[in-house]
């Protein structure tokens, strides 16, 4: 039997596997939104300098579900771990530098990610950029980051140490962002529509800045040992495919560009709805494909999907995660399992059992177990 990171690499190759290997995209959330049930340690050993207390939670955490991807996070370097501790004091828990006696409050992760206050912030039209001169000063670039030193310096340390202990059985990774949406993380949803649709003279001057950037943080995730780059891009369903060709297309060839010269696969998370854009959404040329589940009035089948592409890229499987995980029967779950396995054997064996979105709060681990181990059961080459 393979393990879950030759089943991945094997899905890569032009063969493909004959086991698909399970995997819970976006690893993170489902830590944020799961913490009592994967770990004993307390909340705020997510934030510990401490190498030994971060290693004691992931590995807890990892075995609960023996999901098959291995998230390898940089760290602080050894010389702020020298000088940082963690204080749970009565007023709250704090991150102190002992060099300078500096106290920063952490807060609990917020079960599904909402703000604290309840508010969601907009940024107002009166703040969007209107010439060339006022996006150039809203997008300038900061320092890149000295990726030869992450290596050096400690940040690699937790990452490097997370990969000799489990990087033989599970598949290393990290996550970016596409470069299209930094435009959303300066400017917001509507920031970021507003100037697709009416300024795309800036939000073309811009896309080698947010590409830059992108960039930057690929060459990182190679410092880091990853050998998958998980490409994560939202809201582009909603823009014209002219203005995503123009817009996303280009850019994001570069990214993958990188991610093949630096010798690590490229995943393409293209969120909603593909309709119209698919063949863009190929010609980007990553080592593998992501979709959503059907949701939100769209459709997106996976079999169909796996006719489409024919072998073409590794296709990553969009299990619903409510319909099915969340609120399905075991019955229902092993029905939509079987759907994946016959997509992926469609698609030449190029296939990795994914989900369509993160796990949702209401999922049980339990749960997400039951899939991970069905997974393994149902596409055993026997």
């Known amino acids: 039997m393979l393990t879950g990171r030759q089943k991945i690499e094997a899905a890569f190759s032009r063969e493909g596997s004959r086991e698909f290997a399970a995997t819970v995209c976006w690893e993170d959330v489902f ?40 998230l390898v996070p940089s760290f602080y370097s050894r010389q702020e771990r020298a000088h940082l ?28 990610g909402w703000s604290r206050s309840g508010q969601l912030e907009s940024v107002s039209a009166s703040c969007l950029p209107t010439t060339p001169e006022d996006l150039d000063a809203a997008v300038a670039l900061p320092a890149p980051t000295d990726t030869e030193r992450i290596a050096t310096d400690g940040r690699a340390d937790l990452a490097h140490a997370l990969i000799q202990a489990h990087g033989k059985q599970l598949y290393p990774i990290t996550y970016t962002d596409a470069p299209l949406w930094y435009l959303y993380e300066l400017w917001g949803f509507e920031g970021m529509m507003t100037l697709i649709g009416e300024r795309p003279d800036l939000v073309e001057r811009a896309c080698p800045h947010f590409t830059a950037r992108t960039l930057d943080t690929v060459r990182e995730a190679a410092m880091l040992g990853a050998v998958g780059v998980w490409i994560w891009e939202g809201f582009t369903d909603m823009i014209s495919p002219q203005a995503y060709e123009t817009l ?53 089948d996976i079999n169909e999907l796996a006719a489409y592409v024919d072998g073409r890229c590794t296709l990553f499987g969009n299990l619903d995660a409510i319909g099915i995980l969340q609120n399905g029967s075991d019955t229902q779950l092993r029905v939509a399992i079987a759907e994946q396995i016959a997509a992926g054997r469609r698609n030449q064996n190029r296939f990795v059992v994914c989900l369509g979105s993160p796990v949702t709060p209401a999922t049980p681990v339990d749960r997400v177990r039951l899939y991970c181990d069905l997974v393994r059961e149902m596409s055993h080459d026997r």
């Open 31 to 70: 830590v944020r939104d799961h913490w009592d049930q994967l770990s004993a340690s307390p909340w705020y050993d997510q934030y510990s300098p401490d190498l030994e207390r971060q290693m004691a939670w992931r590995r807890k955490a990892l075995t609960c579900t023996m999901q098959d991807l291995l």
């Open 248 to 300: 996303s297309v280009p850019w994001m060839r570069r990214v993958v560009e990188e991610c093949r010269r630096l010798g690590i696969q490229s995943i393409h998370n293209f969120t909603g709805n593909p309709a119209g854009k698919l063949d863009a959404i190929l010609s980007v040329g990553a080592d593998a494909l992501a979709l959503e589940e059907s949701k939100k009035d769209f459709v997106v």
């Open 85 to 112: 501790t963690i204080a749970d004091q009565p007023e709250g828990v704090f991150l102190i530098d002992q060099t300078n006696s500096t106290r920063k409050k952490l807060e609990p992760p917020v079960l599904g």
